[in-house]
């Protein structure tokens, strides 16, 4: 099993996050992540398993600084991190608030470089 299976597998059976959540998790990892990446994207997928169980828990969300986000959009990976967003958003009925969409663009262009 791989290491982010594992980490879900963890977070589900503590009640950390939601089946939901597991779910949209497991389709991001069969969708983007290969064996040979799969350390690039650990916190991708650790913050997108605990951003939908705060958008389901209506738990308060901050949006990262500014200062990084002006950074990330000069990213050359910045386009590819929006669309993979834009397909997760697609892949749930949860809409997720801009806070946690900037996280998730930036975690996307930190895991590809």
Known sequence: MSDLRERLDILFSTSTITPSAMKLCEATIEKFIHSENEKDYRKLI??????????EREEELTAPPEEIMQEIRQSSHFPQAVEHVKWIESQTDIVLPDEERQYLIMHFVNASH
């Open 46 to 55: 650790t913050h997108l398993a605990m951003a939908i169980t705060r958008v």
